[in-house]
């Protein structure tokens, strides 16, 4: 193996342990975006960066990510009253953007997601709102994993996590509050902790083909902002990646069907083909610091 295939593949490797999805607003506890750890990744705590106040209501959230796996969906939950137990959900089985095409480690580049979910009302001063990856991706097409411990059978074994602090500003005490999903959320009759690859349109960062109250820009993260809605769904993702070089990359095609299950109209069946490039390869002294990260991080 040449010593440029092994800077590309120890690239790859590097990125793929090291990153993949977190908050954007309100503002994570920690800005890693590889954080495994159930249930915050480990990082920070209540008295972490916030918290953002919300008012009961629809209120826009944005999260973004760094690394692509095709066909993983998102959750967001909320916490009970300064504890990180997370019983709460209030969108399940957010689709994936297959399209999507970040760059690690350059910002600009990351998939961003914004979503407009319902804050219950509910006073609570210490809460949290988690954001949850299931890495359907790695369990191949047609099969499914069940969220929980090692111990759990058929288990999802590798899942990203990402938490922000809140405040929420509604009367209903926390431990009295009985959370449901939106009744016209397509995906909510799914199983609250079994997933498989889900993906689905998204365009400006919204998801498309859904109520456009779920598009709506609304709440602290977004205030006053009128940001364009979805068009009609597609499901042929378009590829946005350029990169500059004197040869042409080497270029890797991906076929994804994606079948779950429920009676929801529309999104039941997803053929998704896209090209991707490998990235450009790095430079001999990175590749020093990357052999020299992967020695201590196994030894």
């Known amino acids: 193996?040449?010593?440029?295939?092994?800077?590309?593949?120890?690239?790859?490797?590097f990125a793929s342990i090291t990153a993949h999805s977190r908050w954007k607003c309100p503002v994570p506890r920690s800005s890693s975006t590889g954080l495994k750890k159930d249930p915050c990744g480990g990082a920070g705590n209540f008295a972490t960066n916030g918290p953002l106040v919300l008012s009961p209501g629809p209120n826009t959230l944005e999260y973004e990510e760094s690394i692509s796996h095709k066909g993983a969906p998102f959750r967001?939950?909320?916490?009970?009253d300064g504890k990180d137990v997370y019983d709460c959900i209030l969108l399940n089985h957010i689709p994936h953007n297959d399209a999507?095409?970040?760059?690690?480690?350059?910002d600009k580049t990351y998939v961003q997601y914004r979503i407009t979910v319902d804050?219950?009302?509910?006073?609570?001063?210490?809460?949290a709102l988690q954001l949850i990856?299931?890495?359907?991706?790695k369990i191949g097409k047609g099969n499914s994993c069940v969220l929980g411990s090692s111990s759990t059978p058929n288990y999802c074994f590798s899942v990203y996590h990402s938490c922000a602090n809140v405040k929420i500003t509604g009367k209903i005490p926390r431990d009295q509050l009985n959370c449901t999903q939106p009744a016209d959320w397509p995906y909510r009759k799914l199983s609250d902790h079994v997933y498989t690859q889900e993906s689905h349109s998204w365009q400006n960062g919204l998801l498309a083909g859904l109520p456009s109250r779920y598009s709506n820009q609304i709440g602290a993260c977004f205030p006053g902002a009128t940001l364009p809605?979805?068009?009609?769904?597609?499901?042929?993702?378009?590829?946005?990646?350029?990169?500059n070089s004197k040869s042409p990359p080497t270029r890797f095609k991906i076929v994804a069907t994606v079948k779950l299950p429920g009676d929801f109209a529309g999104d039941a069946s997803?053929?998704?083909?896209?090209?991707?490039?490998?990235?450009?390869?790095?430079?001999?002294?990175?590749?020093?610091t990357l052999i020299s990260y992967f020695i201590q991080l196994f030894y």
């Open 1 to 13: 193996m040449s010593l440029l295939h092994l800077s590309v593949l120890l690239s790859l490797l």
């Open 76 to 80: 967001i939950a909320l916490s009970q």
């Open 229 to 243: 809605a979805p068009t009609q769904a597609s499901t042929k993702p378009t590829n946005s990646s350029a990169i």
């Open 100 to 106: 999507g095409r970040p760059n690690y480690g350059n």
């Open 270 to 288: 997803e053929t998704v083909t896209s090209t991707s490039a490998a990235q450009t390869p790095i430079p001999g002294f990175c590749l020093v």
């Open 119 to 127: 804050i219950p009302d509910v006073k609570c001063d210490k809460c």
């Open 133 to 137: 990856n299931p890495m359907t991706d």
